[in-house]
């Protein structure tokens, strides 16, 4: 066959495709089915059957993450040397990491940071990593650290740049001992932000602390610049796939599967609204500083859009009508938001939820 029949060939199943794509946009009918029509399970219920599941080739998992532990010794001789080390690889690294530092790491003192939680502070760590460090460094004072205060400022009413100054201050410096923070899922909705990878990334490079960090995420990278990944965290990256179920960390994320009652409806927006843009979330915000106090009152339907206009332009939310109704839009398409029309160029809109779970759900997001 001719070169040039292929790619006409090539060329007519491309136009054909692309222009039954275009007929059935025209004329097909769009769907308006939406994730509230299914019939969903209670979310007690659900999780009771997914604990229930088993485990396929538990024996197999077994065997492979023993294998890891031939890998204890040069992990704490690379923490011994001042690098931080870095798990990555399908399934759960919680139990493979706390076994490595309950077995290898019994000379130091270790902390355990739970990145998979919705809220972590980072200061509390740093305050536990501290009181271990002077804990050891007191331990050693008769023989090699002479020159030790006697009195020391309690380290909870010391500030984050105080205890980042301790544990790689000038005191210590003739001490070769050090403290390990275990962070489990460092990827986590709790410390992605920027200032909390910063904060840990001043950590892990202070003298004496150790980092072994367990990632879940493959963009979880895209978190640290060149100065963080090669100067603070100094990572030994480790491809460890242990393909473990993710129960404990599971257990902290709402179920999308489960019924959409009173109580889920919370869990289920906040979902929603992290997937909205900015501007959609202010005017939600707006709307859930004026949420009635009683939504069955017949004649207080939340607030009026030209009231809505005004406020939301006044803090530049928006600039136009038009913004403002697309957002309002984006909102309603989601089951966020009601509207009401009063008359012809009067319309009102409040929130689904009530006064007490918009309050909670306005603290969460915004």
């Known amino acids: ?8 060939d090539e060329f007519g199943f491309s136009r054909n495709y692309f222009l039954g794509k275009e007929l059935r946009g025209s004329t097909g009918k769009k769907s308006a089915r939406k994730l509230s029509d299914i019939d969903l399970v209670d979310e007690q219920e659900l999780r009771e059957a997914a604990s229930r599941i088993k485990i396929k080739h538990e024996k197999d998992i077994g065997l492979l993450v023993d294998s890891y532990k031939s890998l204890y010794s040069k992990w ?16 759960s690294k919680r139990s493979l990491l706390e076994d490595f530092a309950s077995s290898a790491l019994t000379d130091s003192g270790v902390v355990v940071m739970n990145g ?5 502070n ?3 760590v740093a305050i536990a990593l501290a009181e271990l460090l002077w804990d050891q460094m007191k331990a050693k ?5 002479g020159g030790l205060q006697k009195t020391q400022q309690p380290f909870s009413s010391q500030s984050m740049e105080d205890l980042t100054a301790f544990l790689d201050g000038s005191q210590t410096k003739d001490c070769d001992c050090f403290v390990c923070v275990v962070v489990h899922n460092i990827d986590g909705p709790g410390i992605r932000e920027l200032e909390s990878q910063q904060y840990l990334s001043r950590l892990a490079s202070c003298s004496h602390v150790r980092m072994i960090a367990s990632i879940d995420n493959v963009n979880a990278p895209l978190l640290w610049d060149k100065k963080m990944v090669h100067t603070q965290f100094n990572w030994c990256w480790y491809h460890v796939p242990t393909f473990m179920p993710y129960k404990v960390e599971g257990m902290f994320f709402p179920l999308i599967l489960a019924s959409s009652g009173s109580s889920q409806n919370a869990k289920t927006a906040v979902i929603v609204l992290q997937s909205l843009t900015p501007n959609a979330q202010s005017v939600f915000k707006v709307l859930a500083e004026y949420q009635p106090s009683d939504p069955e009152f017949p004649f207080d339907r939340g607030m009026f859009v030209f009231d809505n206009y005004s406020i939301c332009s006044s803090y530049f939310h928006v600039w136009v009508r038009v913004s403002l109704l697309s957002c309002l839009t984006s909102n309603k398409t989601r089951l966020l938001v009601n509207t009401y029309g009063l008359s012809d160029y009067q319309e009102t809109g409040d929130i689904e939820l009530n006064s007490v779970k918009v309050t909670k759900l306005d603290s969460e997001i915004m």
Do not use: H, P, W
Not at 141 to 145: C, D, G, M, N, V
């Open 116 to 120: 998979y939680l919705q809220s972590v």
């Open 1 to 8: 066959m001719d070169v040039n029949d292929v790619e006409e």
């Open 122 to 124: 980072i200061k509390q």
């Open 76 to 91: 704490a001789f690379e923490l011994r040397c001042g690098f931080g080390l870095l798990m990555y690889g399908f399934g």
């Open 141 to 145: 004072r008769k023989t090699s650290i």
